[in-house]
């Protein structure tokens, strides 16, 4: 994370998918509440179930959290699950391989789930998060993936409860209680929450900075193509006001190699 002050702005820079998509958290419990039928299971998950998980039970990379009725609360449901392909056989159960086959499955599943583009996608209180089996199910043979849409993100304190389905949450014009916005004097580190709750800033646009073959062309260089577009492209949604504030936050060589490819632009409102 980084600042870069600069005259009617206030620039962050932050990192959010990395920890969830390449790297495992270890063999640990896999989940509050977790059901013993579950927990080893070479079988795969049931398609289109619900969860009440939290911002902890994400950073794991199994999970075993039992499931609930989807017209009771719940803060997850299952959009995805299948067979890893077959070069993912002989891997180690923490290959880093991974984390990019699920990025691409799972990013791709999310936006058709939600009817939503990658821009839109990516200012919206909802995110997604992926598990593999135990270490021990992996072991006996288990090669398959889950991918769970959350109620919540990674700077995310709590998530929110979700509707019986979230399948077209985000089709037409979302509604302002699941579209993210920030609540903090400054961007960096402050908490992600619905733009129905009282807060400071609001993602309002993104900007692609390369299609799926390019290399990463360097932090400078995404952060400076960032801020330039962020600082023009904010003042048009704000309507081009004499003085305002905006933030940014792009992403690191880490993220761009998983599949990341946008840049997120801040506005600072309260509406």
Known sequence: MSHRPRRHASLATI??????????????????????????????PELGVCRVLTPEDVLQASNATRTVECTDKHTAQTYA?????????????????????AYTTCSTKFLAFLGADESLAMRTVVSWAWFRPSQKAWEDGARWYRCDLVGGGEQS????????TAEGLLQGRPQDRWMVCATGEALAG??????????????ATTIKLGDAEAPYPGDRVVEVKTRDFCSTSVGAWLNYPVDYDFAYTWFHEAEWEAGNRRSVCWAKTPD
């Open 15 to 44: 990192g959010i998918l990395a920890v969830l998509l390449l790297t495992a958290c270890g063999e640990a419990a896999q989940g509050g509440d977790a059901d013993p039928d579950q927990v080893d299971s070479v079988d795969a």
């Open 81 to 101: 699950v299948g067979q890893l392909p077959p070069q993912f056989d002989d891997v180690a159960w923490d290959d880093e391989k991974l984390g990019a086959f």
């Open 157 to 164: 304190e709590r998530y929110v409860n979700l509707p019986e």
């Open 190 to 203: 402050a908490p992600r929450i619905p733009c129905t709750e009282p807060h400071d800033w609001r993602a």
